[in-house]
Every structure is written in structure tokens, then in C-alpha cells.
């Protein structure tokens, strides 16, 4: 390998590393909570049901307002 192909692999592996990409699992929990802060449920009951940081609730739901009864 050459200075410069070594160069360019190193840096695609320093971004994989960083970069994840989102699991079907992932993306469903992430609909999940935006359908359950849409429907008003607290996000503590979130934590509960889902088993998830809540920083990651809050990082998403604070963009939905819930319904109004």
C-alpha cells in the first residue's frame, strides 16, 4: 500500500468508528417514543415501558407537544 491508500483507509475507519448507523430496533424504539410523547404519556412511563436512557427520550421528545385533551 501507498502513503496515500493507507492514508484514506485509516480515515474511513476513524469515521466508522464514530459513525453508527441506526438499527431497524433502534429507529422503532425512536418511533415509539415520539407516537408515546405525542399521546402525553410522561416520559418517566417511557423509561419504564422501553427501558431506555431518558436522556434519549427527552433528546426526542421535547420537539412534540402532546395531544390536548
Not at 5 to 20: A, E, H, P, V
Request: hydrophobic share 40%.
Amino acid at each position: 500500500m501507498n502513503f496515500v491508500s493507507s492514508r484514506i483507509l485509516k480515515n474511513n475507519m476513524r469515521d466508522n468508528k464514530y459513525k453508527k448507523s441506526k438499527t431497524t430496533e433502534e429507529l422503532l424504539v425512536d418511533l415509539l417514543i415520539i407516537e408515546l410523547a405525542k399521546a402525553g404519556i410522561p416520559q418517566l412511563e417511557v423509561q419504564k415501558i422501553l427501558g431506555v436512557d431518558i436522556y434519549r427520550i427527552n433528546r426526542i421528545a421535547k420537539y412534540f407537544k402532546s395531544r390536548k385533551k
